[in-house]
RNA sequence: GGUUCCGUAGCUCAGUUGGAUAGAGCAGCUGCCUUCUAAGCAGCCGGUCGGGGGUUCGAAUCCCUCCGGAGCCGCCA
């Protein structure tokens, strides 16, 4: 299979080379899209060229277009509007490429070998002390969707999930279920588990709040009340209680853990992600302090005059970050190193992602940087893929405030939209109920998820919750829709295998520009693979639906009477839902077959 | 104070390393179901690409500056 621009690149380098007596690096040469008012499959911009050769720009499109012509078989006529040399390629050249490609059912992806990199990606890594939030869902299909990509790209991929299982927030909810719970379990009050720890947290804040007011009250100042209010000392001394392994305080942890994991365990299942290992930071973060003692002695860590062990990174601009406080304990920072170096031992990656939000991007700088100091040369493969914040047409979500969008909540009200519709659609006639369910769990979340990952990652995106999530349009379901139209067709066909037809069938405009995409499915794969970014994928798979609904409007299969004309789109159609199909489930979207 | 990012149609977003008359969806208005499922297709309406300079044959894209918004700079996580 040979690509446009290996077709040509080379070829435009000996143009330059006949015509302008130039020398240019073929891999310099660059082609855009055709402006579609103009006749042509790709376009070179001569501007560069003409410069150089001393012509104006018409007459250089000219004569490197004459050229092109007259030595590359498949450039079959071109045309040059101002700077730009509109060349049009053989239907010959798409043809063979089509059906190359149609022989493969895994057309695209690239198929790992044992020498193929190792990529480790990080994502999900909840506290367990409140249910997931909107903010949550974008990181988790975020995560599973660049480790998708990855994996079609031809990488070997891991995903896993650091629970922050520990520390104060979690100490939090503790308290205030041992001090108001009165035993309240999940099966007692129905809740999910980690709703109801949660409900937990969120009381501890409500007394907490109650016992800064009453000591402000007293005369204490901002600073004294929250620091001498009882609930805050008394979750202080439990979290020493539970580094102490005190087995009271251990047993509780446990309970309530166990409960937050069950609740979470049904929310990733609802949104179809999945992790081949979790790692929890209650047995993670006391690593790290060996590497500072190591950084230490060699030199590239100092011990400033007050005890503290930092990291100077003032010729980076970026000031000194204190790896251990200066009663010798760790910092966030030195957990993640250790967790680092630990990972990097078990699995030996070449590239390891972590999927975190853009606020913790100065955390992870030094964080690379600091492994990258200490000797470790693999840091080089460190990458934090930082995503801009959800936020809500009042800002940003605060639980505080009530305005957090919960996961959970979130997933079925989908659900029950999308309900709605088929119920209204009236294909339901001979669903049963369950099946019903299932369809409009799988339109739901299509609709959510599409929603969530066809924004850049990098960017902040916007959600309204007084607005549903459209099913209409540039949207989820609307590619299901496609690919159950093609499916449809497949159906009532009785075709079991694909259709054989002569290379030499006619091909009209609007399936010569599905032949013309198609091709592009495995450079799109790469690219949405190496930018990170899901995003590319859902614009291709938009733009293939799009032009297939238009194909199918101006164009009949089932009916079409010439048959070397029907067996031709048969296989065109399978091709689009085939790389439909590919594309969605690299963005965890299924396709049903009805709808 | 230092630093990073963002500002494109009423709303939500695309716009490759600078390229042709800046594109979609939603919302609004028109058409198209006796023909493979109308969650569709076609059309209309809608823009001083935050403002102003500059570089360039060419700028939404690069540089400077101003305005507006967000993040970060902790012996928190």
């Known amino acids: 299979m040979q690509t446009l621009e290996s077709l040509l690149s080379g070829a435009v380098a000996q143009a330059v080379q006949a015509v302008f007596n130039k020398t240019i690096d073929p891999a310099s040469v660059v082609f855009q899209q055709t402006n579609p008012q103009f006749e042509g499959d790709t376009t070179l911009v001569v501007f560069p060229y003409a410069k150089a050769a001393g012509k104006n720009p018409e007459e250089a499109g000219k004569m490197l277009g004459e050229y092109l012509q007259a030595h590359i078989a498949d450039v079959e006529s071109f045309n040059v509007v101002k700077g730009f040399l509109n060349l049009v390629i053989s239907n010959r050249f798409w043809m063979a490429n089509f059906i190359e490609a149609s022989q493969n059912e895994s057309f695209g992806t690239v198929a790992p070998t044992p020498e193929s990199p190792l990529v ?36 070997h991929v891991k995903l896993v999930n650091l629970v922050n299982d520990r520390g104060i927030h979690i100490c939090k909810s503790m308290l205030a279920w ?18 109801l720890v949660g409900k937990y ?7 907490y709040k109650a016992e800064i007011a009453a000591l402000l009250a007293n005369g204490k100042t901002q600073d004294e009340a929250e620091k001498q209010a009882p609930m805050m000392t008394e979750a202080q001394e439990m979290l020493r209680q539970w580094e102490a392994g005190n087995p009271e305080v ?65 010729a980076e601009k970026l000031d000194q970050k204190v790896l251990l406080r200066s009663d010798g304990t760790s910092v966030y920072m030195t957990q ?17 992602i972590y999927v975190v939000g853009n606020e913790q991007e100065h955390h992870f700088k030094v964080l690379k940087i600091a492994l990258a100091k200490l000797g470790h040369a693999w840091a080089d493969g460190l990458h934090h893929l930082s995503y801009g914040m959800v936020e809500l047409p009042e800002g940003k979500m605060k639980s505080r ?28 006639k001979d669903m049963a109920t369950a099946e019903k369910e299932k369809l409009a769990h799988q339109i739901g979340m299509a609709a959510l998820k599409y929603f969530l990952l066809k924004v850049d990652p990098k960017k902040k995106m916007m959600f309204n919750p007084k607005e549903s999530i459209d099913l209409q349009g540039n949207t989820g379901p609307f590619i299901q829709y496609t690919v159950v139209r093609i499916r449809n067709i497949w159906r009532k066909s009785g075709l079991t295998a694909l259709p054989a037809f002569p290379a030499t069938v006619t091909v009209h405009p609007k399936e010569k520009e599905l032949l013309k995409l198609l091709d592009q499915f495995p450079a799109v794969i790469q690219n949405a693979a190496a930018n990170y970014s899901p995003a590319v994928m859902a614009m291709y798979c938009y733009d293939l639906a799009k032009t297939f609904n238009q194909f199918y409007d101006l164009h009949d299969v089932l009916h079409e009477t010439n048959q070397d004309m029907q067996h031709f789109r048969m296989v065109l159609i399978k091709r689009v839902a085939n790389a439909i199909e590919m594309g969605m489930a690299m963005l965890g979207i299924e396709m049903p077959e009805r709808m």
């Open 201 to 207: 947290y969120v009381e501890f804040d409500k007394h």
């Open 336 to 352: 993640d190193l250790g967790t680092a170096v630990e990972r990097r031992k078990e699995f030996p990656f070449q590239k390891h």
């Open 250 to 314: 251990k047993a509780l942890w446990e309970k309530m853990n166990a409960w937050v994991y069950a609740g979470f365990e049904s929310t990733y299942k609802a949104m179809g992600v999945r992790f081949d290992k979790f790692y929890y930071e209650s047995q993670t973060y006391l690593l790290g302090k060996s590497i500072v003692e190591e950084g230490l002695q060699s030199g590239v860590l100092q011990k400033r005059t007050d005890g503290a062990v930092i990291l100077n990174l003032t």
């Open 120 to 155: 480790v990606v990080e994502y999900s890594s909840p506290n367990t002390n409140k249910p997931l939030h909107l903010g949550h869902v974008r990181n988790n299909l975020l995560g599973y969707a660049v480790g998708a990509l990855l994996q079609a790209a031809g990488n």
């Open 178 to 195: 041992q001090k108001l719970g009165n035993g309240e379990t999940p099966e007692s009050s129905g809740m999910k588990g980690d709703k």
């Open 401 to 428: 405030e009530g305005t957090v969008v919960d996961a959970d909540d979130l997933i079925a009200s989908m659900e029950a939209e999308a309900f709605a519709l088929i119920e209204e659609k009236g294909i339901d």
